[in-house]
T-cell receptor, first 111, second 114 residues
Framework: GENVEQHPSTLSVQEGDSAVIKCTYS??????FPWYKQELGKRPQLIID?????GEKKDQRIAVTLNKTAKHFSLHITETQPEDSAVYFC??????????FGKGTSLLVTP | DSGVTQTPKHLITATGQRVTLRCSPR?????VYWYQQSLDQGLQFLIH???????AKGNILERFSAQQFPDLHSELNLSSLELGDSALYFC?????????????FGNGTRLTVT
């Protein structure tokens, strides 16, 4: 399946700072790039997604950027809050329409 | 609450045994996906069903099998269990299983193999 690399694996920021998580993928045919958030002991939930015909998408404090030429996409969280602490997963679609997830980034926002 | 129901929540069993995990998708969703989440491997796609038929296979071992029934619930069968099968197993559903649909995850079944 699609190879999705996600960095960093852990990220610690002070409350109010920004956090950036980056993913790279290998299949140039990929056209859908979602981000899921998983709080401790809970299920993954979609927080934002972007399609290949768009370069950037924002939803309040969260934004995703896509660079199809370089085959990478990033999650940006501004004005981080302690409740943003969670594991974040990027994903791409494979040819069989299933999501292939990165290995996750554990984000810790300290007050 | 996502509307996706997984049972049981926890399962403890011994090596060599067989277990069945159950998933009921959201009302109206025809597509069911199974994922395995272990500490070092993240979320690994296992298998996808749409309206009773297998649509795609991922990194699913031959010891594992699944099916989706006419009422659209799905079962994941794990046999000849090994210690390394210990993980959190998630089911997710979507409306039609087409590219770009949001996956709605259940709360998972935590399997511990001793």
């Amino acid at each position: 399946g699609e190879n999705v690399e996600q960095h960093p694996s852990t990220l610690s920021v002070q409350e109010g700072d920004s956090a950036v998580i980056k993913c790279t993928y290998s299949d140039s045919a990929s056209n859908y790039f979602p981000w899921y958030k998983q709080e401790l002991g809970k299920r993954p939930q979609l927080i934002i997604d972007i399609r290949s015909n768009v370069g950037e998408k924002k939803d309040q404090r969260i934004a995703v950027t896509l660079n199809k030429t370089a085959k990478h996409f990033s999650l940006h969280i501004t004005e981080t809050q302690p409740e943003d602490s969670a594991v974040y997963f990027c994903a791409t679609l494979d040819s069989g329409y299933a999501l292939n997830f990165g290995k996750g980034t554990s984000l810790l926002v300290t007050p | 609450d996502s509307g996706v129901t997984q049972t049981p929540k926890h399962l403890i069993t011994a090596t060599g045994q067989r277990v069945t995990l159950r998933c009921s998708p959201r009302s109206g969703d025809l597509s069911v996906y199974w994922y395995q989440q272990s500490l070092d491997q993240g979320l690994q796609f296992l298998i996808h069903y749409y309206n009773g038929e297998e649509r795609a296979k991922g990194n699913i071992l031959e010891r594992f099998s699944a099916q989706q029934f006419p009422d659209l619930h799905s079962e994941l069968n794990l046999s000849s269990l090994e210690l390394g099968d210990s993980a959190l197993y998630f089911c997710a559903s979507s409306v039609a299983g087409v590219p770009g649909e949001t996956l709605h995850f259940g709360n998972g079944t935590r399997l511990t193999v001793t």
